[in-house]
């Protein structure tokens, strides 16, 4: 199609807007202009093999200017707008790197923690079936019997694991009170007011 021979049918019969205006004053200076180029992405999908255009008028094709399209790929991209992209890919990259790995440790101290609380449920519970009031007490019990087993048995059982000092300080806090000998009492009305623990010493 020659490029004299572009239709203007896009000027309105009805009063334009202000955007239209400028659309409508573009496409009339580009008419004088035009040339082939290779199509554009949207122009392919509509069956075109060539573009009309005018490199010093618009960087986009009279088509995708006629309909108002914001974007078009008529023209690849320059070499700066290559490294922009491939400098924000990286800087995404680098921060979605970031995030994960804090995501990763935070998940690694609540698996942690969570393990921390059950070990001590447990020792609690053990203390409550032998009437002992604080950890250190019932920790030595357990070593002394350990001991005995070994002795009796040759075998030697499996360590209890340790809690996390932090931890013992925040439920200490919450459940226990230091007695004069510097041990740690635990409160066992405190304690013993949780539901699940009441029902599972009662229930023993």
């Known amino acids: 199609?020659?490029?004299?021979?572009?239709?203007?049918s896009f000027v309105c019969s009805?009063?334009?807007?202000?955007?239209?205006?400028?659309?409508n004053a573009l496409l009339e200076l580009m008419i004088g202009n035009l040339?082939?180029?290779?199509?554009?992405?949207?122009?392919?999908?509509?069956?075109?093999?060539?573009?009309?255009?005018?490199?010093?008028?618009?960087?986009?094709?009279?088509?995708?200017?006629?309909?108002?399209?914001?974007?078009?790929?008529?023209?690849p991209l320059t070499p700066q707008q290559l490294r922009r992209i491939?400098?924000?890919h990286q800087?995404?990259?680098?921060?979605?790197e970031a995030a994960e790995e804090e995501l990763e440790k935070a998940s690694a101290k609540v698996r942690r923690l969570r393990k921390q609380k059950k070990l001590?449920?447990?020792?609690?519970?053990?203390?409550?079936?032998?009437?002992?009031?604080n950890v250190e007490e019932l920790e030595r019990v357990e070593r002394e019997e350990a001991e005995q087993l070994q002795k009796a048995t040759g075998v030697l059982p499996t360590p209890?694991?340790?809690?996390?000092?932090?931890?013992?300080?925040s439920l200490d806090a919450e459940f226990g009170v230091e007695s004069l000998d510097g041990t740690h009492a635990i409160d066992w009305d405190a304690f013993l007011g949780n539901g699940t623990v009441q029902a599972e010493s009662s229930s023993s």
């Not at 009805?14 to 659309?23: F, I, W």
């Not at 609690?124 to 079936?129: E, I, K, L, Q, S």
């Not at 209890?160 to 300080?169: M, T």
């Open 14 to 23: 009805r009063k334009p807007s202000r955007k239209t205006d400028e659309r």
């Open 1 to 8: 199609m020659s490029s004299n021979r572009v239709s203007r």
């Open 160 to 169: 209890s694991e340790d809690l996390d000092p932090a931890l013992v300080r």
């Open 35 to 75: 040339v082939d180029m290779p199509a554009c992405s949207f122009c392919k999908d509509q069956g075109l093999q060539n573009c009309k255009a005018s490199d010093v008028d618009s960087s986009r094709c009279f088509e995708c200017i006629r309909l108002n399209r914001s974007y078009c790929d008529m023209n």
């Open 91 to 96: 800087k995404a990259e680098s921060e979605l």
């Open 86 to 88: 491939g400098t924000q």
């Open 120 to 133: 001590w449920f447990e020792k609690m519970m053990r203390a409550v079936a032998r009437g002992i009031d």
